[in-house]
């Protein structure tokens, strides 16, 4: 298996635009995790879906934020307007449901905001 | 207060030495996992342990549920071992709550 796939790998923008991160969990996982992460806090989870479905977004920052799982193979996390505080490594993590399971991590996103 | 506390925050040793990583919570949890995060970036999950001690390779994970702690132990550690290494908790949400990390160094 290709493990959890992410892109882009790298993404610098301008402020004000819309950033659109990709995530393809690893084929029979049925939960997936946002996850960002920034010298000041660490690691925090954003959204997490099981079977497509939101579970918990408490952690997305504001309305800015917005992410999707149209299918059990993809989803995306946008930010739309960007600002420079979005800057951060953005990771995607997927695992079989059913109890506390390890979780795989995607390489990463590093977003850049300008 | 962090839900999940790590020490130490950096860590540098010889190749060779024998090295501890503790990691105490404050809330129930279902499963306490140890990751390593090299310098490219990418994490890797390490162990997923609920009670007793895992052994992979030189690397051996312990918890105690009762006192709410878990400790990560290189032993014969190497250069290329030099990561962050972060404990993270999982509830009955099956999300993760992440320490701080530990920045681990072995001088060749």
């Known amino acids: 298996d290709a493990g959890v796939i992410q892109s882009p790998r790298h993404e610098v923008t301008e402020m004000g635009q819309e950033v659109t991160l990709r995530c393809k969990p690893i084929?029979?996982?049925?939960?997936l995790f946002w996850y960002r992460q920034t010298m000041m806090r660490g690691l925090e989870l954003l959204i997490y879906?099981?079977?497509?479905?939101?579970?918990?977004d408490s952690g997305m920052p504001e309305d800015r934020f917005s992410a999707k799982m149209p299918n059990a193979s993809f989803s995306t996390l946008k930010i739309q307007p960007s600002e420079p505080r979005d800057s951060a490594v953005y990771f995607c993590?997927?695992?079989?449901?059913?109890?506390?399971?390890?979780?795989?991590f995607g390489p990463g996103t590093r977003l850049t905001v300008l | 207060k962090n839900e999940v506390e790590q020490s130490p925050q950096n860590l540098t040793a010889q190749e060779g030495e024998f090295i501890t990583i503790n990691c105490s919570y404050s809330v129930g949890i279902s499963a306490l996992h140890w990751l390593q995060q090299h310098p490219g970036g990418g994490i890797v999950s390490l162990f997923m342990?609920?009670?007793g001690k895992k052994k992979h390779g030189r690397l051996i994970a312990t918890i105690n549920i009762q006192e709410k702690h878990s400790s990560l132990h290189i032993t014969a550690s190497h250069p290329r071992d030099s990561a962050v290494y972060i404990c993270?908790?999982?509830?009955?949400?099956?999300?993760?709550?992440f320490g701080s990390g530990t920045q681990l160094t072995v001088l060749p």
């Open positions: 342990l609920s009670s």
């Open positions: 084929s029979g996982h049925n939960s």
């Open positions: 993590a997927s695992s079989l449901a059913g109890g506390p399971d390890e979780q795989f």
């Open positions: 879906f099981n079977n497509n479905v939101p579970i918990d």
């Open positions: 993270a908790v999982s509830g009955s949400a099956r999300q993760l709550t």
